[in-house]
């Protein structure tokens, strides 16, 4: 069956049944068997008299096999499973990396069912349009040291959109992604840890791809890939993309035991600094975004006092923005 897939693939106009037949050395009720299988996985494959057959949607299909094909990494994704409907990616990433899943094992669905964002947020993760993917990271650093992967993967994600759509991707530290003001990708990075260990660190990232639409209550805020730019994203592109950015940045930051070879690069796609924030929390504030620090912590002037102050962690929200 796949190997009429990818002589399919490898074919720009229609290929005949015959054809098909005397490249594989299979019958032609075989190679009909084989298109019929292929059409139940979603491959959308058009058939015409005298003509044969031709692969109609190859970049749009989304599937483990296809998230397989062509990436270009040598841990990050090496190890996929793939998921129609589950929960969240975060809480099946778990249960693998418990199970002793090596570094860089990916898990993706279609569709997720109890999606969240940070602060116990809802976050919508409806079939067939978006990427829902956590990944299994086991970086021998101290848990201090462990929020600045959620601003590797952050970066990774708006380099991953810039090259893939042409957009412009801002980063609102730490790590939600906006096009046009509007939230297009959420991470919510989670950690097992003793005091001195990390066990595992489940970076989780949800973007909206190819939505056509949101809720009322949430289309002010919201946006998709797909909304601005005007045309349909390869997901599996954009997947590949987002890996091999995230991988580049962890080998730098697992090689130099630090944020500050990547520091700079997060500096120009964050579009919090130089912005008046509200700082929330048990006592919340108003603050000016000087700069981010070298152990990736937002460091603010705050409007009551004028005093320098390191946020470590927290919703941060701009004013004007979201």
Not at 50 to 78: A, D, I, S, V
Request: charged letters at 30%; proline letters at 3%.
């Amino acid at each position: 069956m796949y190997r009429i897939l990818e002589l399919l693939r490898r074919q720009e106009g229609f290929l005949s049944g015959e054809d098909i037949g005397r490249e594989l050395s299979i019958t032609r009720a075989a190679v009909w068997k084989g298109i019929k299988k292929l059409r139940e996985e979603g491959y959308e494959i058009e058939a015409v008299t005298n003509r044969g057959y031709r692969l109609t949607n190859p970049e749009t299909m989304y599937n483990k096999r296809e998230l397989e094909q062509g990436l270009k990494t040598k841990t990050m994704g090496q190890t996929i499973y793939f998921y129609e409907e589950t929960d969240t990616t975060n809480n099946r990433a778990r249960e693998l990396a418990l199970e002793g899943a090596s570094e860089g094992t990916l898990v993706v669905a279609e569709k997720q069912t109890a999606g969240r964002g940070r602060r116990g947020k809802v976050w919508e993760s409806p079939l067939g349009t978006g990427i829902w993917m956590s990944l299994v990271l086991r970086p021998q650093i101290a848990p201090t040291e462990a929020s600045v992967l959620t601003l590797l993967c952050g970066l990774a994600t708006a380099e991953a959109i810039e090259a893939e759509t042409g957009l412009s991707a801002g980063i609102k530290w730490p790590n939600d992604i906006l096009i046009n003001g509007k939230k297009a990708v959420g991470i919510l990075t989670e950690m097992d840890c003793e005091m001195s260990e990390v066990h595992f660190v489940i970076p989780g990232i949800g973007i909206n791809v190819n939505t056509a639409s949101f809720p009322p209550e949430i289309a002010e805020i919201a946006t998709s890939l797909y909304l601005e730019c005007g045309k349909t994203v390869s997901r599996r592109r954009l997947v590949h993309r987002v890996l091999e950015r995230l991988e580049e940045h962890y080998e730098t930051f697992l090689r130099t035991g630090g944020f500050d070879a990547i520091l700079e690069d997060y500096r120009k796609h964050c579009i919090t600094l130089g912005k008046e924030v509200h700082v929330l929390g048990r006592e919340p504030f108003f603050a000016e975004a000087l700069d981010i620090t070298p152990e990736g912590e937002l460091l603010v002037r705050r409007a009551d006092n004028g005093k320098e102050e390191v946020v470590f962690s927290g919703e941060v929200s701009i004013r004007g923005v979201i």
